[in-house]
């Protein structure tokens, strides 16, 4: 969304990431007024998918180009609430889709809500509107909510080694030897 709506381009988001641009823009945009339909609410499960949500973006955005005669790579005027409706489109999204999670673990006896931990990590843990709302859940459901600090939720690799580290401490799924293990660099 953030490249579609050429943020980079935007004066208080030139140095910023994609995810950190739309975030400092949805502070002061309005996310009502623009409705984007939840993604896959006809499935009953804990899929996430946003590829729905991509597409009906896609078309609002095209279609206030048209409206305000703009080319496709120029900042609309609405590009603020255009991306708090997305943020909370997408945070609506997470939280729904967790909640069914925890609802699942807990019905299935996988954990107890007494000692039931959320963790969350990754980009989307650095959006601080993203982690509220997932606090809120949290707290609502007698979950801890453990999230990394923003600063080590920017690369995935950081994210990879600290999976490995407790792994490795827990001793579990660790190999010893690398012998006949193949893999193609991109």
Known sequence: VARRLSLRKHPECHSMAGGKAIEHLAQTGNR??????????HYRNCDFSFSGLQSLVNKTIMQKEKEEGIQEGEILSCVKDIAAAVQHAVAVHIIQRTYRAMLFCIKNNILTSKSATLVVSGGVASNQYIRKGLQ?????????????????????????????????????GVLHSTDGIRYEPK
Do not use: K
Request: charged share 15%.
């Open 32 to 41: 009502q007024q623009y409705m984007f339909r939840l993604p896959m609410q």
């Open 136 to 172: 809120t859940l949290a707290d609502a459901n007698d979950f801890a909510l453990l999230c990394p600090p923003p600063r080590l939720c920017t690369d995935n690799g950081v994210m990879i080694a600290w999976n490995g580290i407790e792994r490795l401490r827990a001793g579990l």
